[in-house]
């Protein structure tokens, strides 16, 4: 479903799941609970039956509380020969009234009762009990938006009015409108849909939120606007390519960046002194989440000390890079030189309130030194005002990163390189966003090898054998080291042209050695790329030969930081009886990387395959997730389930909906669960007033999926919780299918081509044969009658 809105930003378009409708206490949950065969364009629900439209402009529904293995959608009778494209339900003490709008733009009305019945057309009428029509087209005006609450149909028409109408189709009369039997609402702005909510209706109003309050019409609303545009879907508030983005943009030769760190602080400490009216005592990024996920007072209260903190960050965070680059380059002190405009830095990522800074330094020859200078630099202007660490990771839960995901095409320019390592990069070029052309950015031309695979595998292995990888701050000696390299390799051109598989396996090599000892970094450019840079930013990258490595070394990637936390937020003592209560900081720490393990693909994204390539359109081939879940739990349901959704079979629709679920498909479910909805609790502002009814359900569904219900038993030994955890994630690991080398390709396809051929040449074999011995039959004939002449 979608629904177009208005913002302060312009016009907006807002996406709806409908995926999960009710929660099943004898099966955990029944996951894409739709009708086979068959999809839901818009719903609408009362107090006895939720009904939708489908595709085709059918009406379909199901009774409230139906859910559960056996639950299904069932069709209704509709108007004969009309299309639907809206309904609206109510229900009173006969029953529930249907109220839709067909594709002419006539209003149809269906009288309650004989919902399972077949044959019911004479229920439905377009006309009152008078002969008029219930919509009369007045001056050519259509009905936009409807619902139905309350006793009335409430709808909105292309004017912006709100109009209502009696349930039962008689008309309204008081307060008049122009439009015949439909009551107006004299001060109600002009608005462009319309909510069931009560006994007034709640608007979308340009640009705002409307609400009904007596008779009184307020934008009081708004902050639900607010919190629903704000909410993290992962993607970047400001795309890579706009200049602000760039923190050279901030560095000013006629201002001095290093005083500006020192009035940075007094400003921010003079500033929160005035708000608060309270000294600021708390330097700790992680302590200062902490205590907002535990505030129960208002949303404004409780969110004042990051914004505040915040804001203080980011111009921190500026003056520190253009003072770094100031004094690595005092004697170009207006940066024309090449050596010192190579020195750019940018933070892409989330915004949310919450968020972590992940910065990207770039240089051509040695981004290792201003990072270790600017972490040092920081340490010393904050070490006055902080107990214990002072380091940015800690204070800001900053990560300053020397290899990058992109090179932005402007930075990429300024970068003096040989033209072998400068040929190891391809161009991708910018899209258009909300009417502003994007610029393009560079990305490595092979993005994805075995050993880097190979890689991330040992790291998932070696953290669920010998404990989590303690990172909590950089080594800055080590890392200016790996990173001159790097980095000094690309300057020189060591790595040549790329030509040879060994080329980049030596470039990626270098690559990890830089990355693995880093804080929270990925440790391979394939899944950096494919998270920061496909999923959160969107750059349309083509992956092509590269499509498959990636997707399964960035499903690795995300199990080595599930392991990690494994490890480190759940007690050796945790049971069954205390997971639900000491699981939740894994479950809030791990959500976004359970997430992640879906993956974004499909339209959209180019994969970079010609028109001669082929690749199988199946969902679930494209979906490590799916292959892995299939190989740990077998693929009875889960081939039913693919039958169904992926392919629309409705012949399967009926066994679907009624199977018995077993111990794997039930686990199955829940882990599909944790990745669907792994993300929400990214939403800190509710769960922070959460009392148990958002959170339980993850638990119960992440207890369900990771810990075996024979988990004590296994192997004839005792198996601890976190083990048992361990030892999913593990199974995961080694589930993941292993990767084809275009050799291998060929070779299963000339197999293939063998398999084909084979009785084709058997029956040659045969033929020639069965010739042979006739030649040698008549040769001895003719001998026998030469000897007898």
Request: glycine share 8%.
């Amino acid at each position: 479903c979608s629904k177009e809105y208005m913002t302060e930003h312009g016009l907006q378009l807002e996406h709806f799941l409908f995926a999960k409708w009710g929660w099943s206490t004898s099966n955990n949950h029944v996951w894409w609970h739709m009708m086979r065969g068959g999809d839901v364009m818009q719903l609408d629900a009362d107090d006895d039956a939720m009904w939708g439209l489908d595709g085709h402009g059918s009406i379909l529904w199901r009774p409230a509380g139906d859910v559960g293995k056996h639950s299904r959608w069932m069709r209704i009778d509709g108007p004969p020969n009309v299309a639907l494209k809206l309904i609206a339900a109510d229900n009173d003490e006969r029953g529930t009234w249907l109220w839709c709008i067909s594709d002419d733009d006539r209003i149809w009305r269906r009288d309650p009762g004989n919902y399972h019945e077949k044959d019911q057309h004479d229920k439905w009428s377009d006309r009152d009990e008078n002969g008029h029509l219930y919509w009369t087209k007045p001056d050519g005006s259509v009905l936009k938006d409807l619902k139905a609450n309350m006793g009335f149909a409430l709808a909105i028409d292309d004017r912006g009015n709100l109009l209502r109408r009696h349930i039962n189709g008689t008309c309204c009369i008081d307060p008049a409108s122009p439009v015949h039997c439909w009551c107006g609402e004299k001060f109600a702005p002009k608005l462009s849909a319309v909510t069931d909510n009560g006994d007034h209706g709640l608007g979308f109003y340009m640009p705002s939120l409307q609400h009904k309050m007596d008779e009184t019409w307020t934008a009081s609303a708004n902050r639900w606007l607010q919190q629903l545009t704000s909410r993290d879907d992962g993607h970047n508030a400001d795309s890579p390519h706009e200049a602000s983005q760039y923190f050279s943009y901030y560095c000013d030769a006629g201002i001095d960046h290093c005083s500006g760190l020192d009035s940075s602080i007094s400003e921010f400490l003079e500033g929160w002194k005035k708000v608060s009216r309270s000294p600021w005592r708390q330097w700790d990024w992680g302590i200062l989440k902490a205590e907002y996920s535990h505030c129960s007072r208002s949303s404004e209260t409780c969110q004042r000390p990051l914004k505040h903190y915040g804001a203080f960050r980011e111009q921190f965070m500026q003056h520190l890079f253009c003072c770094s680059r100031r004094l690595q380059t005092f004697e170009d002190e207006r940066c024309e030189g090449p050596l010192c405009r190579a020195y750019d830095m940018t933070c892409p990522g989330s915004k949310l309130l919450t968020s972590d800074m992940d910065c990207t330094v770039y240089h051509s020859h040695d981004p290792g030194t201003i990072i270790q200078n600017m972490s040092l630099l920081a340490q010393e202007k904050l070490l006055p005002y902080v107990d214990g660490k002072s380091d940015i990771g800690t204070l800001f839960d900053v990560s300053l990163y020397g290899t990058w995901t992109w090179i932005p095409d402007e930075i990429y320019q300024r970068f003096e390189w040989p033209a072998s390592s400068k040929s190891l990069f391809e161009k991708v070029e910018g899209r258009q966003t909300d009417g502003k052309e994007s610029t393009a950015v560079w990305v490595f031309r092979r993005k994805c090898t075995p050993s880097a695979r190979q890689a991330i595998l040992d790291k998932v292995w070696r953290i669920i054998r010998e404990g989590a990888e303690d990172i909590q701050t950089e080594n800055l000696d080590k890392l200016v080291v790996a990173l001159q390299t790097f980095v000094g390799n690309l300057a020189n051109g060591s790595y040549g042209y790329g030509t040879y598989t060994s080329d980049w396996d030596h470039l990626y090599q270098d690559f990890r050695a830089v990355s693995s000892v880093q804080r929270e970094g990925y440790l391979t450019y394939a899944a950096t790329l494919e998270v920061v840079g496909r999923q959160q930013v969107g750059l349309p990258t083509t992956f092509a030969e590269d499509y498959h490595c990636m997707r399964q070394v960035s499903f690795l990637e995300q199990l080595a930081f599930i392991a990690q936390h494994i490890q480190t937020d759940v007690p050796e003592e945790m049971t069954e009886k205390s997971f639900s209560e000491l699981s939740i900081k894994l479950l809030l720490k791990s959500g976004k990387y359970f997430d992640r393990l879906l993956e974004v693909g499909g339209p959209g994204y180019d994969e970079g395959f010609s028109k001669t390539q082929h690749r199988d359109p199946n969902a679930a081939d494209n979906s490590v997730l799916w292959r892995v879940l299939q190989a740990v739990y077998g693929s009875t349901h889960l081939d039913a389930v693919l039958s169904g959704v992926c392919n629309q079979n409705t012949a399967s629709s009926a066994s679907v909906s009624t199977m018995a679920f077993d111990d794997a498909e039930v686990r199955r479910r829940s882990c599909m669960d944790i990745a669907m909805w792994g993300n929400a609790v990214r939403h800190m502002d509710a769960f922070r007033r959460d009392t148990g009814d958002l959170i339980r359900p993850m638990v119960q569904a992440l207890y369900t999926c990771l810990v075996h219900p024979n988990a004590t038993q296994k192997m004839h030994r005792t198996m601890s919780v976190k083990e048992a955890m361990l030892d999913s994630i593990g199974q995961w690991a080694n589930a993941v299918p292993p990767l084809q080398t275009p050799l291998a390709g060929r070779l299963a396809g000339y197999g293939r081509i063998a398999w084909l051929l084979a009785p084709i040449l058997a029956l040659g074999c045969l033929g020639f044969s069965m010739v042979r011995m006739r030649q040698r039959a008549m040769l001895k004939r003719k001998n026998k009658y030469g000897l007898q002449n």
